[in-house]
C-alpha cells in the first residue's frame, strides 16, 4: 500500500518561502506513470491543483501559481518537494501530497497525504 | 479556472440514494472524460471513489456510481450507510496540463 507523508514548517511569515517535503513509502517516485502533486486547500474551500512532477523531472504548475512555485523530484530518498515563494495570508491552507496516474495527463490521484495545515502569520 | 460547483450539503436517512452534483463548463468536464470523484473525513487522506467518470476502484463499493451529462458529473450514494458521512469532492482536467476540484460538499446521514 503506497502512503505519502508531508513534512514542513508549521508556520511561515509573509513574504518568505513555504517548503514542504512528501515522503512516499510502498511505492517509487521514478516508476513511470505515475505524477507526484501537490494540492491545497484553504479553510472554508475546495481543493486547488497546485502542480505536479514527472518520475522523469518534468514539471506543470497552476497558471494561478507559476511565478511563484516549484516541485522537485529527490529519488535517493523518494522524496518530492514544494517550494512557494512570497507568501501572504492567502496562502494559508491545508497542503497536500498525492499521486496522480495517467498517460498523458493525471487521470485520478489515487493515494494522498493525510495534509498538513501551513499557516502564514508573522 | 473557476471551480467546479457543488452542493455545500447533501443528507438522507439509511438506506436511501443521494446525488452529488458536480458543475463546470466545456473547458473541462464538458469536454474531458477524466472526472473523478473522492471520500475524505476531515483529518484523513482523501480516498478515490470513482475515476474517468463511471470507473470504480478496487475495493470501492459498488453503492458509489458516477455518471456525466453535459457540464455536470454526479456521483450517486446508494443504501446510504452512516460511514459514508463525510465531504465529497470532484475534480475535472481542464486541458494544458491543468486540473480543476470541486467546492466539495457534507454529506450527512439523518
Known amino acids: 500500500q503506497v502512503q505519502l507523508q508531508e513534512s514542513g514548517p508549521g508556520l511561515v511569515k509573509p513574504s518568505q518561502t513555504l517548503s514542504l517535503t512528501c515522503t512516499v513509502s510502498g511505492g517509487s517516485v521514478s516508476s513511470d506513470n505515475y505524477y507526484w502533486s501537490w494540492i491545497r486547500q484553504p479553510a472554508g474551500k475546495g481543493m486547488e491543483w497546485i502542480g505536479r512532477i514527472y518520475s522523469r523531472g518534468t514539471t506543470t504548475y497552476s497558471p494561478s501559481l507559476k511565478n511563484r512555485v516549484s516541485i522537485s523530484l529527490d529519488k535517493a530518498k523518494n522524496q518530492f518537494s514544494l517550494k512557494l515563494n512570497s507568501v501572504t495570508a492567502a496562502d494559508t491552507a491545508v497542503y497536500y501530497c498525492?499521486?496522480?496516474?495517467?498517460?498523458?495527463?493525471?487521470?485520478?490521484?489515487?493515494?494522498w497525504g493525510q495534509g498538513t495545515l501551513v499557516p502564514v502569520s508573522s | 479556472q473557476s471551480a467546479l460547483t457543488q452542493p455545500a450539503s447533501v443528507s438522507g436517512s439509511p438506506g436511501q440514494s443521494i446525488t452529488i452534483s458536480c458543475t463546470g463548463t466545456?473547458?473541462?468536464?464538458?469536454?474531458?472524460?477524466?472526472v473523478s470523484w473522492y471520500q475524505h473525513h476531515p483529518g484523513k487522506a482523501p480516498r478515490l471513489l470513482i475515476y474517468e467518470v463511471i470507473k470504480r476502484p478496487s475495493g470501492v463499493s459498488n453503492r458509489f456510481s458516477g455518471s456525466k451529462s453535459g457540464n455536470t458529473a454526479s456521483l450517486t450514494i446508494s443504501g446510504l450507510q452512516a460511514e459514508d458521512e463525510a465531504d465529497y469532492f470532484c475534480c475535472s482536467y481542464a486541458g494544458s496540463s491543468n486540473y480543476v476540484f470541486g467546492t466539495g460538499t457534507t454529506v450527512t446521514v439523518l
Open positions: 498525492a499521486r496522480g496516474f495517467g498517460s498523458a495527463a493525471i487521470e485520478y490521484f489515487d493515494f
Open positions: 466545456s473547458s473541462d468536464i464538458g469536454t474531458y472524460t477524466l
